[in-house]
């Protein structure tokens, strides 16, 4: 599968990703844990594409840190997705609870703003994606 390939690929799983992420806002149906994984997962999906996009070999980790120190490495413009989305702390929230519940900071979390971010992430993704491919996303 070319890059090309594989970031289209990535980037429609993270797509439905994020439409199931809007369905997950009510933390009384789905626990914070659940919603953080998530969120983490979306996230995972878009980096390693972007990085597709960039021509580089992605690292098979669940870790975010490395795909944003690819990209970061590569010259992209990531500071405002690891700042606004926090990735380091999605990272470790997402595995610290991915088998216990949440303890009492997890009432903090911000599901609208989590999901905004993430729509971001995306929208910016496609538009490399478009820019390889030689079309037009509109925003």
Request: hydrophobic content about 45%; glycine content about 6%.
């Amino acid at each position: 599968m070319s890059d090309l390939e594989l970031a289209r690929e990535l980037a429609g799983a993270a797509e439905r990703d994020v439409a199931a992420l809007r369905g997950k806002g009510d933390p009384a149906v789905f626990a914070d844990e659940v919603f953080v994984s998530h969120v983490r997962q979306v996230a995972e999906k878009l980096f390693t594409a972007w990085i597709a996009l960039q021509g580089e070999t992605y690292p098979l980790s669940h870790d975010l840190a490395p795909l944003l120190n690819m990209l970061s490495a590569d010259g992209a413009d990531i500071a405002r997705f690891d700042k606004m989305m926090g990735c380091s702390r999605h990272t470790r929230r997402a595995v610290a609870m991915r088998y216990a519940a949440a303890d009492a900071d997890a009432g903090l979390l911000d599901r609208s703003k989590a999901i905004e971010q993430v729509e971001e992430l995306l929208a910016t993704v496609r538009r490399r994606l478009a820019e390889m491919e030689g079309t037009h996303v509109q925003d």
